[in-house]
T-cell receptor, first 114, second 112 residues
Framework: DSGVTQTPKHLITATGQRVTLRCSPR?????VYWYQQSLDQGLQFLIQ???????AKGNILERFSAQQFPDLHSELNLSSLELGDSALYFC?????????????FGPGTRLLVL | EDQVTQSPEALRLQEGESSSLNCSYT??????LFWYRQDPGKGPEFLFT???AGEEKEKERLKATLTKKESFLHITAPKPEDSATYLC?????????????FGAGTRLAVHP
């Protein structure tokens, strides 16, 4: 158990809908990362937050957005969902978000778009 | 372009048959190389971090090594419970953030 929690575990929805994925980092960690894992793309970095502020963006679509709240939990919002958005979404956390810090991953949310 | 390549894609071993997994990388400087283990449908589980060429880390039957262009994960006398996908990731030197670039992974199956 990494100490990172994610809810829900599974999510089934329809195309065009909007969903919110939630992540709580390990106790004491200030930085949160979101990754997408699909069969054909592997693990892809989406976005990083540090203490409530966006730190870096990766291959995140404009239909996706995220935020980190004062209590340090983070939410990833996915809107106008398409079939291709079906994937595992992971959250990770690290102490300060600095280069070379180990990221600890949560159990993931499996999203299925029908 | 920063890139990570893992080989082989899949590996089948008999219990007790030692082997190595390879992770080769092309990055603009290296701030860290990470090995994770991932079981089906689960999140990646951290194994090792390596920062400089020549560094080695060990944990039970696993040993990770790093050179300037690649890393190896050596598995000694594996057991069926070592079956998993092993992921390698690098943190390039550029940028102040902590983005990881992952390889596609090696699926390891250890049979009794």
């Amino acid at each position: 158990d990494s100490g990172v929690t994610q809810t829900p575990k599974h999510l089934i929805t329809a195309t065009g809908q909007r969903v919110t994925l939630r992540c709580s980092p390990r106790s004491g960690d200030l930085s949160v990362y979101w990754y997408q894992q699909s069969l054909d793309q592997g693990l892809q970095f989406l976005i990083q937050y540090y203490n409530g502020e966006e730190r870096a963006k990766g291959n995140i679509l404009e239909r996706f957005s995220a935020q980190q709240f004062p209590d340090l939990h983070s939410e990833l919002n996915l809107s106008s969902l398409e079939l291709g958005d079906s994937a595992l979404y992971f959250c990770a956390s690290s102490p300060r978000g600095g280069p070379g810090e180990t990221q600890y991953f949560g159990p993931g949310t499996r999203l299925l778009v029908l | 372009e920063d890139q990570v390549t893992q080989s082989p894609e899949a590996l089948r071993l008999q219990e007790g048959e030692s082997s190595s997994l390879n992770c080769s990388y092309t990055v603009s400087g290296l701030r860290g190389l990470f090995w994770y283990r991932q079981d089906p449908g689960k999140g990646p589980e951290f194994l090792f971090t390596l920062y400089s060429a020549g560094e080695e880390k060990e944990k039970e039957r696993l040993k990770a090594t790093l050179t300037k262009k690649e890393s190896f994960l050596h598995i000694t006398a594996p057991k069926p419970e070592d079956s998993a996908t092993y992921l390698c990731a690098v943190r390039p030197f550029s940028g102040g953030y902590n983005k990881l670039i992952f390889g596609a992974g090696t699926r390891l199956a250890v049979h009794p």
